[in-house]
Structures are given as C-alpha cells and as structure tokens.
C-alpha cells in the first residue's frame, strides 16, 4: 500500500513549549491530508483537513491557534502544537489518501506527545 | 452528525473460531467502508474495503456491506492470537473527505 511516514514517533517537552510533527506521503502526492488525534482507548478524533497550498479545515472545538497546519506542499504536512499543555499529551496521527486508490486511507505511524 | 456505531467489546473467541464484528453507520448518502485494525499504540492499519452491497472475500478476511441497513459487518474466519487487536469501521460519504471512525470493537483471540 502507499506509505505515509511520520516523524517524530514519539518526543517529551514541557509545558509551554511547541512541537512540530511532520507527515510524509513518501511515494505518492496528497492535495489533502488528514490529522486525528487519539486519547487512550478511545477512537481516532478527525482535528483538520489540511490542504496543499491553502489554509487548513478544523473541526468543531479543534483551536488553529494552538495546532498549526501548513500544507506547503504535496508531499508534506506539518502539525505545531503551540504552548503545550499536559492536557496536549495524546496520540497524533496523520493520513493522506492517495487519489489513485478509491478513497483507502493511508497512516502515519502516529507521534506520541507527552507535555509534562 | 455523523455517526459509526460499535460494539466496544472485548469480544473474546478461541483459536480457530469464527469472529464477528459489526458496524453501523447513520448517514444514508455514505459511499465508502472500510475496516482497520489497530495493535495497542500503533497507527490503523487498513484491513478491507467495500463499496457495494454483498460480501467481499480477503483471504480469512470478509466484509459485509448492506446499504439498506446501514450496516457493515468483517467476519474473521480460522481467528489467531495475532488477529487480536482493535478493530475500527470507518465510513465516508464523498472522495476526498475524511473518515469518519467508530470507536473500535476490541478482539481477544484466546489460543
């Protein structure tokens, strides 16, 4: 299937702090990708829709001051979570899905966030 | 709102037994089903898709689509203790919009 990389997998910081986390579709364009973010034993939470070259979609109760989208291009996709707070710790994923395959989509493998 | 329903489990099954799990989803104009599965603290991994009523065949793997019902169900025949996992139906109703998850059914395949 197609491969989306994501980096960091996992990275600690303190509160207050940014962290960026970057999504890779590594063998195929996306115009769009997707970030979820996942609490512990719960299901995958669509954040935003990012869009190459456009502002990024956010979903109800998602603030786009505090996660940064940028979509410079069509294979990357950054996600910065500003001035983290411990309540910030989850499990971020991205996806992408790649246009020739009918509406697959393709993940990440997931950055874990702990703000301490 | 949209919604995908599941049973969270665990459904537990032993070695070599049929499981099955079941999905429901809300919005009638919804094209696209899928199942994943999930290994405690890694990403979703897609498992089958379908977009037609009927049944399709993956190896032990089929999905059931039935529109009119609303319903999408994955039956896992000869389950193995690496078959144990989450398994997460995820629904959309247009290409190039995002899926919408369920909550997950948690597997336990007991050998």
């Known amino acids: 299937g197609a491969v989306v990389s994501q980096h ?4 600690i910081c303190k509160s207050g702090t940014s962290v960026k986390i970057e999504c890779r579709s590594l063998d195929f364009q996306a115009t769009t990708m997707f970030w979820y973010r996942q609490f512990p034993k719960k299901s995958l939470m669509l954040m935003a829709t990012s869009n190459e070259g456009s502002k990024a979609t956010y979903e109800q109760g998602v603030e786009k001051d505090k996660f940064l989208i940028n979509h410079a291009s069509l294979t990357l996709s950054t996600l910065t979570v500003t001035s983290a707070h411990p309540e910030d710790s989850s499990f971020y994923i991205c996806s992408a899905r790649d246009l020739n395959r009918t509406g697959e ?3 990440g493998e997931g950055s874990r966030l702990t703000v301490l | 709102q949209k919604e995908v329903e599941q049973n969270s489990g665990p459904l ?3 070695e070599g037994a049929i499981a099955s799990l079941n ?3 809300s919005d009638r104009v919804s094209q696209s089903f899928f199942w994943y599965r999930q290994y405690s603290g890694k990403s979703p991994e897609l498992i089958m898709s379908i977009y037609s009523n009927g049944d399709k065949e993956d190896g032990r ?3 059931q689509l039935n529109k009119a019902s609303q319903y999408v169900s994955l039956l896992i025949r000869d389950s193995q203790p690496s078959d144990s996992a989450t398994y997460l139906c995820a629904v959309n109703d247009q290409a190039g919009t995002a899926l919408i998850f369920g909550k997950g059914t948690t597997l336990s395949v007991s050998s």
């Not at chain 1, 960091?8 to 990275?11: F, I, L």
């Open chain 2, 12 to 14: 537990s099954v032993p």
């Open chain 2, 23 to 25: 999905c429901t989803y």
């Open chain 1, 105 to 107: 989509l393709f993940f």
């Open chain 2, 61 to 63: 793997f089929t999905a």
């Open chain 1, 8 to 11: 960091p997998s996992r990275v």
